[in-house]
């Protein structure tokens, strides 16, 4: 299955195989569900790494861009879903397998904060998702 092309700059994910966006309703009892705008950010990240030479030989092969989010799933079209890992609340005694609402802030937060995105903001959780009237 190919799901990039080789470019002049590596690897290219190819549009169809990128979802424009992606909705995510996993924390669907508490909170509207999230649509996530996945091929703008796929993108960007092919941008940001598109003139820096360190970044582009340790993504140089398909589907590795991918492994930014998809941390333990094998490169494919349709990785499994973050709730295969992380459907389970936190447990201290694998801390490092964080429940959803963790992963999914860790996993965000963490990304803005490394290339300094200011939007959404990280302390107003309704920038990203509304609380889920009762």
Excluded: W
Aim: some cysteine.
């Amino acid at each position: 299955m190919q799901i990039a092309e080789l470019t002049g700059e590596g690897f290219r994910l190819r549009d169809e195989d990128i979802p424009e966006t992606i909705t995510i309703k996993d924390l669907s009892d508490q909170y509207e569900p999230v649509y996530f705008p996945h091929r703008k950010i796929v993108r960007r990240l092919e941008t940001e790494i598109k003139n820096d030479k360190l970044a582009q030989y340790f993504h140089s092969q398909k589907g590795t861009i991918c492994q930014a989010c998809h941390h333990n799933s094998p490169a494919t079209k349709k990785p499994p879903r973050c709730y295969s890992c992380h459907g389970k609340p936190f447990n201290e005694t694998e801390i490092l397998r964080p429940g959803m609402k963790g992963a999914y802030h860790q996993q965000c937060f963490g990304c803005h904060q490394q290339m300094g995105i200011k939007k959404p903001d990280t302390l107003n959780c309704v920038e990203c998702h509304r609380e889920r009237k009762k």
